[in-house]
Protein backbone atom coordinates (compact mmCIF):
# COMPACT_ATOMS: atom_id res chain seq x y z
CA UNK A 1 0.00 0.00 0.00
CA UNK A 2 1.69 3.43 -0.61
CA UNK A 3 2.35 5.40 2.23
CA UNK A 4 0.59 8.60 2.59
CA UNK A 5 -2.73 8.11 1.65
CA UNK A 6 -5.33 7.81 4.80
CA UNK A 7 -8.50 6.00 4.61
CA UNK A 8 -11.39 6.62 6.32
CA UNK A 9 -13.25 3.29 7.25
CA UNK A 10 -16.71 3.13 8.52
CA UNK A 11 -18.17 0.04 10.19
CA UNK A 12 -21.27 -0.96 10.22
CA UNK A 13 -22.50 -3.41 12.37
CA UNK A 14 -20.91 -4.53 15.21
CA UNK A 15 -22.19 -7.24 16.35
CA UNK A 16 -20.21 -10.98 15.57
CA UNK A 17 -18.30 -10.13 12.11
CA UNK A 18 -18.47 -6.81 12.65
CA UNK A 19 -15.94 -7.23 15.52
CA UNK A 20 -14.28 -9.34 13.34
CA UNK A 21 -13.72 -6.89 10.73
CA UNK A 22 -12.91 -4.21 13.65
CA UNK A 23 -9.79 -6.44 14.50
CA UNK A 24 -8.85 -7.09 11.68
CA UNK A 25 -8.91 -3.41 11.02
CA UNK A 26 -6.80 -2.54 14.10
CA UNK A 27 -4.31 -4.90 13.21
CA UNK A 28 -4.27 -3.21 9.36
CA UNK A 29 -3.88 -0.31 10.56
CA UNK A 30 -0.48 -0.77 12.45
CA UNK A 31 1.00 -1.26 9.01
CA UNK A 32 -1.07 0.73 6.87
CA UNK A 33 -2.54 4.46 6.60
CA UNK A 34 -6.68 3.26 7.83
CA UNK A 35 -8.30 3.66 10.82
CA UNK A 36 -12.13 3.32 11.73
CA UNK A 37 -13.53 7.02 11.98
CA UNK A 38 -16.89 5.72 12.01
CA UNK A 39 -19.30 2.99 13.54
CA UNK A 40 -22.85 2.34 13.48
CA UNK A 41 -24.96 -0.40 15.67
CA UNK A 42 -28.57 -0.16 17.15
CA UNK A 43 -27.32 -1.67 19.88
CA UNK A 44 -25.50 0.65 22.44
CA UNK A 45 -23.48 -1.71 24.14
CA UNK A 46 -22.24 -3.45 20.87
CA UNK A 47 -21.86 0.34 19.44
CA UNK A 48 -19.66 1.11 22.53
CA UNK A 49 -17.11 -1.61 22.29
CA UNK A 50 -16.53 -1.35 18.92
CA UNK A 51 -15.99 2.13 18.90
CA UNK A 52 -13.79 1.40 22.40
CA UNK A 53 -10.89 0.56 19.86
CA UNK A 54 -10.45 3.66 18.43
CA UNK A 55 -9.91 7.40 19.15
CA UNK A 56 -12.25 10.05 18.14
CA UNK A 57 -14.49 7.96 16.31
CA UNK A 58 -18.10 8.65 15.57
CA UNK A 59 -21.28 6.63 16.83
CA UNK A 60 -24.07 5.82 14.88
CA UNK A 61 -27.67 4.12 15.49
CA UNK A 62 -28.38 2.97 11.75
CA UNK A 63 -25.93 2.38 8.97
CA UNK A 64 -28.07 4.85 7.14
CA UNK A 65 -27.17 7.50 9.22
CA UNK A 66 -23.57 6.36 9.18
CA UNK A 67 -23.59 6.65 5.03
CA UNK A 68 -25.60 9.89 5.51
CA UNK A 69 -23.50 11.70 7.67
CA UNK A 70 -19.96 10.56 8.08
CA UNK A 71 -17.60 11.12 5.63
CA UNK A 72 -15.86 7.59 4.78
CA UNK A 73 -14.09 6.07 2.32
CA UNK A 74 -15.14 2.63 2.81
CA UNK A 75 -18.06 1.07 4.26
CA UNK A 76 -17.85 -2.68 5.71
CA UNK A 77 -20.89 -3.87 5.63
CA UNK A 78 -21.53 -6.47 8.62
CA UNK A 79 -25.36 -5.88 9.24
CA UNK A 80 -27.68 -9.60 9.31
CA UNK A 81 -28.02 -10.42 5.61
CA UNK A 82 -31.77 -8.74 4.65
CA UNK A 83 -29.86 -5.27 5.25
CA UNK A 84 -27.61 -5.44 3.31
CA UNK A 85 -28.59 -4.59 -0.47
CA UNK A 86 -30.24 -1.46 0.78
CA UNK A 87 -27.06 0.01 2.67
CA UNK A 88 -24.42 -1.06 -0.16
CA UNK A 89 -26.93 0.84 -2.65
CA UNK A 90 -27.15 3.85 -0.45
CA UNK A 91 -23.86 3.92 0.33
CA UNK A 92 -22.47 3.22 -3.67
CA UNK A 93 -24.27 6.06 -4.82
CA UNK A 94 -22.64 8.69 -2.09
CA UNK A 95 -19.23 7.51 -3.77
CA UNK A 96 -18.53 5.40 -0.74
CA UNK A 97 -16.42 1.84 -1.43
CA UNK A 98 -18.01 -1.13 -0.57
CA UNK A 99 -16.84 -4.09 1.35
CA UNK A 100 -19.94 -6.08 1.83
CA UNK A 101 -19.76 -9.89 3.70
CA UNK A 102 -21.72 -13.04 2.42
CA UNK A 103 -24.08 -13.30 1.08
CA UNK A 104 -24.55 -10.14 -0.35
CA UNK A 105 -28.12 -10.04 -0.62
CA UNK A 106 -31.03 -12.49 -0.51
CA UNK A 107 -33.20 -11.81 -3.89
CA UNK A 108 -32.38 -12.06 -7.65
CA UNK A 109 -34.07 -8.15 -7.65
CA UNK A 110 -31.12 -6.93 -5.32
CA UNK A 111 -28.75 -8.96 -7.33
CA UNK A 112 -29.94 -6.93 -10.66
CA UNK A 113 -29.99 -3.37 -8.07
CA UNK A 114 -26.44 -4.40 -7.19
CA UNK A 115 -24.89 -4.84 -10.21
CA UNK A 116 -26.53 -1.79 -11.56
CA UNK A 117 -25.51 0.52 -8.85
CA UNK A 118 -22.13 -0.74 -9.51
CA UNK A 119 -22.53 -0.16 -13.29
CA UNK A 120 -23.80 3.48 -12.69
CA UNK A 121 -21.12 4.77 -10.14
CA UNK A 122 -18.19 3.07 -10.61
CA UNK A 123 -17.32 2.45 -6.77
CA UNK A 124 -15.03 -0.73 -6.07
CA UNK A 125 -17.34 -3.77 -4.12
CA UNK A 126 -15.99 -6.48 -2.32
CA UNK A 127 -18.03 -9.36 -1.18
CA UNK A 128 -16.79 -10.93 1.93
CA UNK A 129 -16.64 -14.77 0.69
CA UNK A 130 -13.91 -15.08 3.18
CA UNK A 131 -12.64 -19.00 2.22
CA UNK A 132 -11.33 -17.72 -1.20
CA UNK A 133 -8.65 -15.99 1.13
CA UNK A 134 -7.76 -19.31 3.69
CA UNK A 135 -4.66 -20.10 3.25
CA UNK A 136 -6.27 -24.15 2.76
CA UNK A 137 -8.16 -23.56 0.10
CA UNK A 138 -6.03 -21.23 -1.77
CA UNK A 139 -3.66 -24.06 -1.38
CA UNK A 140 -6.23 -26.63 -2.86
CA UNK A 141 -6.90 -24.30 -5.68
CA UNK A 142 -3.11 -23.95 -6.87
CA UNK A 143 -2.38 -27.53 -6.94
CA UNK A 144 -5.71 -28.04 -8.72
CA UNK A 145 -4.68 -25.27 -11.10
CA UNK A 146 -0.94 -26.71 -11.10
CA UNK A 147 -2.30 -30.24 -11.61
CA UNK A 148 0.32 -31.03 -9.44
CA UNK A 149 -1.40 -34.02 -8.04
CA UNK A 150 -3.27 -34.42 -11.76
CA UNK A 151 -6.27 -34.45 -12.40
CA UNK A 152 -8.95 -33.90 -9.90
CA UNK A 153 -11.51 -36.55 -9.17
CA UNK A 154 -13.69 -35.32 -6.82
CA UNK A 155 -14.12 -33.36 -3.63
CA UNK A 156 -16.30 -33.57 -0.41
CA UNK A 157 -16.75 -30.44 1.76
CA UNK A 158 -18.53 -29.96 5.10
CA UNK A 159 -19.07 -27.16 6.79
CA UNK A 160 -20.43 -27.74 10.05
CA UNK A 161 -21.81 -25.48 12.69
CA UNK A 162 -23.77 -25.35 15.94
CA UNK A 163 -27.15 -23.68 15.87
CA UNK A 164 -26.79 -20.08 14.97
CA UNK A 165 -28.01 -18.54 18.38
CA UNK A 166 -26.09 -15.20 18.86
CA UNK A 167 -27.65 -12.97 15.92
CA UNK A 168 -29.70 -10.15 16.94
CA UNK A 169 -33.52 -10.17 17.17
CA UNK A 170 -32.71 -13.87 16.31
CA UNK A 171 -32.54 -13.02 12.48
CA UNK A 172 -30.77 -15.99 11.29
CA UNK A 173 -34.00 -18.25 11.93
CA UNK A 174 -36.00 -16.26 9.73
CA UNK A 175 -35.62 -17.59 6.13
CA UNK A 176 -36.45 -14.08 5.25
CA UNK A 177 -33.55 -12.57 6.59
CA UNK A 178 -31.05 -15.22 6.75
CA UNK A 179 -31.55 -17.55 3.48
CA UNK A 180 -31.02 -19.88 5.92
CA UNK A 181 -28.17 -22.22 6.28
CA UNK A 182 -27.98 -22.73 2.28
CA UNK A 183 -27.42 -18.94 1.82
CA UNK A 184 -25.70 -18.35 5.00
CA UNK A 185 -22.97 -21.01 5.72
CA UNK A 186 -23.26 -23.51 2.48
CA UNK A 187 -22.28 -20.85 0.43
CA UNK A 188 -19.18 -20.44 1.51
CA UNK A 189 -18.30 -23.78 -0.32
CA UNK A 190 -20.60 -23.39 -3.20
CA UNK A 191 -18.89 -20.10 -3.76
CA UNK A 192 -15.25 -21.65 -3.70
CA UNK A 193 -16.64 -24.50 -6.32
CA UNK A 194 -17.46 -22.03 -8.74
CA UNK A 195 -14.03 -19.99 -7.69
CA UNK A 196 -11.85 -23.04 -8.27
CA UNK A 197 -14.08 -25.30 -10.98
CA UNK A 198 -16.51 -22.71 -12.40
CA UNK A 199 -20.44 -23.36 -12.86
CA UNK A 200 -21.69 -26.97 -12.17
CA UNK A 201 -23.31 -28.22 -15.33
CA UNK A 202 -25.66 -29.98 -13.14
CA UNK A 203 -26.28 -30.31 -9.17
CA UNK A 204 -29.23 -32.37 -6.87
CA UNK A 205 -29.66 -30.78 -3.49
CA UNK A 206 -30.72 -32.51 -0.39
CA UNK A 207 -32.21 -30.68 2.85
CA UNK A 208 -33.54 -31.22 6.03
CA UNK A 209 -35.31 -28.77 8.16
CA UNK A 210 -36.00 -27.51 11.33
CA UNK A 211 -39.27 -27.77 13.32
CA UNK A 212 -40.32 -24.30 11.76
CA UNK A 213 -39.90 -25.45 7.90
CA UNK A 214 -36.17 -23.68 7.95
CA UNK A 215 -33.56 -25.29 5.99
CA UNK A 216 -30.85 -26.38 8.23
CA UNK A 217 -28.92 -29.25 6.63
CA UNK A 218 -27.68 -29.13 3.12
CA UNK A 219 -26.46 -31.86 1.17
CA UNK A 220 -25.82 -30.57 -2.79
CA UNK A 221 -23.84 -32.77 -5.31
CA UNK A 222 -22.66 -30.71 -8.29
CA UNK A 223 -21.08 -31.61 -11.27
CA UNK A 224 -18.32 -30.08 -13.37
CA UNK A 225 -17.80 -32.33 -16.57
CA UNK A 226 -16.34 -35.36 -14.84
CA UNK A 227 -15.83 -33.48 -11.57
CA UNK A 228 -18.30 -34.44 -8.83
CA UNK A 229 -18.05 -32.27 -5.91
CA UNK A 230 -20.38 -33.11 -2.67
CA UNK A 231 -20.63 -30.23 -0.09
CA UNK A 232 -22.76 -29.79 3.34
CA UNK A 233 -23.59 -27.15 4.99
CA UNK A 234 -25.17 -27.71 8.55
CA UNK A 235 -26.63 -26.13 11.31
CA UNK A 236 -26.71 -28.43 14.00
CA UNK A 237 -29.42 -29.23 16.54
CA UNK A 238 -27.03 -28.44 19.10
CA UNK A 239 -25.42 -25.38 19.80
CA UNK A 240 -22.95 -27.41 21.33
CA UNK A 241 -22.06 -28.92 18.14
CA UNK A 242 -17.90 -27.78 17.47
CA UNK A 243 -17.62 -25.97 13.99
CA UNK A 244 -15.90 -27.20 11.16
CA UNK A 245 -15.00 -26.80 8.06
CA UNK A 246 -13.55 -29.85 5.79
CA UNK A 247 -12.71 -31.15 2.35
CA UNK A 248 -11.21 -33.93 1.00
CA UNK A 249 -10.02 -33.76 -2.46
CA UNK A 250 -9.25 -36.56 -4.52
CA UNK A 251 -6.63 -36.02 -7.32
CA UNK A 252 -5.11 -38.97 -9.50
CA UNK A 253 -1.99 -38.90 -7.68
CA UNK A 254 -2.62 -37.55 -4.00
CA UNK A 255 -5.85 -37.03 -1.49
CA UNK A 256 -6.04 -33.88 0.35
CA UNK A 257 -8.02 -34.04 3.67
CA UNK A 258 -8.50 -30.02 5.40
CA UNK A 259 -9.77 -30.40 8.80
CA UNK A 260 -10.01 -26.75 10.82
CA UNK A 261 -10.58 -29.22 14.08
CA UNK A 262 -7.22 -30.66 13.90
CA UNK A 263 -3.74 -29.75 13.59
CA UNK A 264 -1.85 -29.63 11.34
CA UNK A 265 -5.27 -28.30 9.11
CA UNK A 266 -3.88 -30.39 5.77
CA UNK A 267 -2.35 -33.44 5.03
CA UNK A 268 -1.26 -34.61 1.57
CA UNK A 269 -1.71 -38.85 1.25
CA UNK A 270 0.43 -39.56 -1.79
CA UNK A 271 -0.15 -42.58 -3.82
CA UNK A 272 2.97 -44.19 -2.93
CA UNK A 273 2.26 -43.96 0.81
CA UNK A 274 4.28 -40.69 1.67
CA UNK A 275 2.13 -38.33 3.91
CA UNK A 276 3.38 -34.71 3.42
CA UNK A 277 1.88 -31.31 5.06
CA UNK A 278 2.05 -28.01 3.24
CA UNK A 279 3.60 -25.13 5.49
CA UNK A 280 0.55 -22.93 5.08
CA UNK A 281 0.44 -19.76 7.39
CA UNK A 282 -1.69 -17.08 7.99
CA UNK A 283 -0.23 -13.49 7.02
CA UNK A 284 -1.66 -12.77 10.43
CA UNK A 285 -2.30 -15.19 12.38
CA UNK A 286 -4.19 -14.81 15.96
CA UNK A 287 -7.16 -16.17 17.49
CA UNK A 288 -9.39 -13.97 19.15
CA UNK A 289 -12.59 -15.15 20.90
CA UNK A 290 -14.78 -11.85 21.75
CA UNK A 291 -16.80 -11.96 18.39
CA UNK A 292 -18.46 -15.10 19.89
CA UNK A 293 -19.24 -16.52 16.73
CA UNK A 294 -17.87 -19.70 14.42
CA UNK A 295 -15.14 -18.28 13.09
CA UNK A 296 -11.32 -20.25 13.85
CA UNK A 297 -8.63 -17.34 12.90
CA UNK A 298 -8.54 -14.14 12.00
CA UNK A 299 -6.21 -14.67 9.10
CA UNK A 300 -8.08 -15.09 5.80
CA UNK A 301 -10.77 -12.10 7.37
CA UNK A 302 -7.42 -9.40 7.52
CA UNK A 303 -6.29 -10.87 4.07
CA UNK A 304 -9.45 -10.26 2.65
CA UNK A 305 -9.72 -6.75 4.14
CA UNK A 306 -5.76 -6.08 3.30
CA UNK A 307 -6.56 -7.05 -0.26
CA UNK A 308 -9.42 -4.62 -0.95
CA UNK A 309 -7.89 -1.62 0.40
CA UNK A 310 -4.58 -2.42 -1.66
CA UNK A 311 -6.87 -2.37 -4.51
CA UNK A 312 -8.43 0.84 -3.81
CA UNK A 313 -4.69 2.42 -3.08
CA UNK A 314 -3.23 1.01 -6.08
CA UNK A 315 -7.00 1.21 -8.07
CA UNK A 316 -6.52 -1.92 -9.29
CA UNK A 317 -10.03 -3.94 -9.89
CA UNK A 318 -11.10 -6.63 -7.31
CA UNK A 319 -10.37 -9.69 -8.34
CA UNK A 320 -10.40 -12.23 -5.89
CA UNK A 321 -13.83 -11.70 -4.93
CA UNK A 322 -15.90 -9.12 -6.75
CA UNK A 323 -19.74 -8.25 -6.42
CA UNK A 324 -20.25 -10.16 -9.41
CA UNK A 325 -19.11 -13.20 -8.38
CA UNK A 326 -20.88 -12.65 -5.02
CA UNK A 327 -23.76 -12.44 -7.01
CA UNK A 328 -23.67 -15.49 -9.13
CA UNK A 329 -23.20 -17.64 -5.75
CA UNK A 330 -26.03 -15.91 -4.37
CA UNK A 331 -28.18 -16.71 -7.86
CA UNK A 332 -27.08 -20.24 -7.25
CA UNK A 333 -27.77 -20.96 -3.76
CA UNK A 334 -31.48 -19.12 -3.73
CA UNK A 335 -31.93 -21.81 -6.85
CA UNK A 336 -31.13 -24.76 -4.21
CA UNK A 337 -33.10 -22.82 -1.68
CA UNK A 338 -36.34 -23.04 -3.72
CA UNK A 339 -35.51 -26.62 -5.00
CA UNK A 340 -35.47 -27.66 -1.31
CA UNK A 341 -38.75 -24.97 -0.32
CA UNK A 342 -40.92 -26.74 -3.13
N1 LIG B 1 -17.65 -14.30 6.33
C1 LIG B 1 -17.96 -15.07 7.35
O1 LIG B 1 -17.27 -16.03 7.68
C2 LIG B 1 -19.17 -14.72 8.17
C3 LIG B 1 -19.35 -15.30 9.43
C4 LIG B 1 -20.47 -14.92 10.17
C5 LIG B 1 -21.37 -14.00 9.66
N2 LIG B 1 -21.17 -13.48 8.42
C6 LIG B 1 -22.13 -12.51 7.85
O2 LIG B 1 -21.98 -11.27 8.52
C7 LIG B 1 -23.24 -10.61 8.62
C8 LIG B 1 -23.51 -10.28 10.09
O3 LIG B 1 -23.57 -11.49 10.84
P1 LIG B 1 -23.26 -11.49 12.41
O4 LIG B 1 -22.99 -12.89 12.77
O5 LIG B 1 -22.25 -10.46 12.71
O6 LIG B 1 -24.69 -11.05 12.99
P2 LIG B 1 -24.96 -10.32 14.39
O7 LIG B 1 -26.42 -10.41 14.63
O8 LIG B 1 -24.00 -10.83 15.42
O9 LIG B 1 -24.54 -8.80 14.13
C9 LIG B 1 -25.31 -7.90 13.36
C10 LIG B 1 -25.23 -6.54 14.04
O10 LIG B 1 -25.91 -5.58 13.23
C11 LIG B 1 -26.59 -4.67 14.11
N3 LIG B 1 -27.62 -4.00 13.32
C12 LIG B 1 -28.84 -4.46 12.94
N4 LIG B 1 -29.46 -3.56 12.15
C13 LIG B 1 -28.62 -2.51 12.04
C14 LIG B 1 -28.68 -1.27 11.34
N5 LIG B 1 -29.74 -0.97 10.56
N6 LIG B 1 -27.64 -0.43 11.43
C15 LIG B 1 -26.56 -0.73 12.20
N7 LIG B 1 -26.45 -1.89 12.87
C16 LIG B 1 -27.47 -2.77 12.79
C17 LIG B 1 -27.08 -5.55 15.26
O11 LIG B 1 -27.32 -4.82 16.44
C18 LIG B 1 -25.90 -6.51 15.42
O12 LIG B 1 -24.97 -6.04 16.38
C19 LIG B 1 -24.25 -11.56 8.01
O13 LIG B 1 -24.52 -11.19 6.69
C20 LIG B 1 -23.58 -12.91 8.07
O14 LIG B 1 -24.02 -13.80 7.05
C21 LIG B 1 -20.09 -13.80 7.69
Known sequence: MKRGVAMKAGLIGCGGMGTVHNLSLKELARHYDIRVTAVADCRDEFLNR????????????????????????????????????????????????????????????DCQRLLDTEKKTGVKVMVGQVVRCFEEYKFLKEVYDHKTYGELKSIIMHRLSGDVTWGWEDWFHDIS?????????????????????????????????????LPNQVVTTYEFGNIFAVAEGTWDISTKMPFEAYYRASFENATIVFSSLYEPHVKVFHKDGAVTIPDLKPEYDAKDDSAGINITSLGAYYTEIKYFVECLVNQKPIEAAPLSEGVKSVLLTLDELSEVMK
Open 50 to 109: AAGQWTGVRKFKSGKELIEKSDVDIVHICVPSYLHADLAIRAMEKGINVFVEKPVCLSRE
Open 177 to 213: KSGSVILDLHIHDTDFLRYMLGEPDKYQVHATKFENG
